[in-house]
């Protein structure tokens, strides 16, 4: 079993419509990651966060620790928005690497 | 600011062959990582460097060397390429530690070993 898991695996959506990504991990960490890979290959960071909720536009992540469990979500979806998300965590234990979930890509039709 | 630099974007190489693989910043950044990238796997590190003179291997080390003579630049060798080495390869740096920084990526080189 993975260390990250991200759900679904491949997501498709009708503009404007309301997005959730999905990624549990099953090791303590420190910090949790997510990251946008263009369909060009660019890879970006989105946001980082050890507890709580960020926002960024129509961007929000959400973490809780207990339950392991991390959420990206999406308002207003648009074509633009379609790409691949990955879920990184900063294990507690193993400080010399992130791990990286295998992605969840996402497709937004007009 | 360039950001993070990489070259070439595209390399088609025959088994035993070497090369290396350039990568660059301007931002400064004391850290930084090569990945790969794999189908169906996330991305894995292969080595890092905090700074200048100082290199560490990752998770994926075997059949790859690197250096780091000055904070810009940072280049991954392949020795003798192999076949299980086709992957898109990606180099990263951050201001300090990845798992608490913000990584700037570069935007791959795509690599082919026949």
């Known amino acids: 079993k993975n260390e990250v898991e991200q759900s679904p695996q491949n997501l498709t959506a009708q503009e404007g419509e309301f997005i959730t990504i999905n990624c549990s991990y099953s090791?303590?960490?420190?910090?949790l990651h997510w990251l946008q890979q263009h369909p060009g290959g660019g890879i970006v960071s989105l946001f980082m966060?050890?507890?709580g909720k960020k926002k960024h536009g129509r961007l929000i992540a959400t973490i809780n620790i207990q339950e392991k469990h991390s959420s990206l979500h999406i308002t207003a979806s648009h074509p633009r928005d379609s790409a691949v998300y990955i879920c990184?965590?900063?294990?507690?234990?193993?400080?010399?690497?992130?791990?990286f979930g295998t992605g969840t890509r996402l497709q937004v039709f007009p | 600011n360039a950001g993070v630099t990489q070259t070439p974007k595209f390399q088609v190489l025959k088994t035993g062959q070497s090369m290396t693989l350039q990568c660059a910043q301007d931002?400064?950044?004391?850290?930084m990582s090569w990945y790969r990238q794999d189908p169906g796997m996330g991305l894995r590190l292969i080595h890092y460097?905090?700074?200048?003179?100082?290199?560490d291997q990752g998770e994926v080390p075997n059949g790859y060397n690197v250096s780091r003579s000055t904070t810009e630049d940072f280049p991954l060798r392949l020795l003798s390429a192999a076949p299980s080495q086709t992957s898109v390869y990606f180099c990263?740096?951050?201001?300090?530690?990845?798992?608490?920084?913000?990584?700037?990526f570069g935007p791959g080189t795509r690599l082919t070993v026949l």
């Open positions: 990263a740096s951050s201001y300090g530690d990845p798992g608490y920084n913000e990584q700037f």
């Open positions: 090791v303590g960490i420190s910090a």
């Open positions: 966060l050890s507890s």
């Open positions: 990184a965590v900063r294990s507690s234990y193993n400080t010399d690497k992130l791990i």
């Open positions: 931002m400064n950044h004391e850290y």
């Open positions: 460097s905090v700074g200048a003179g100082i290199t």
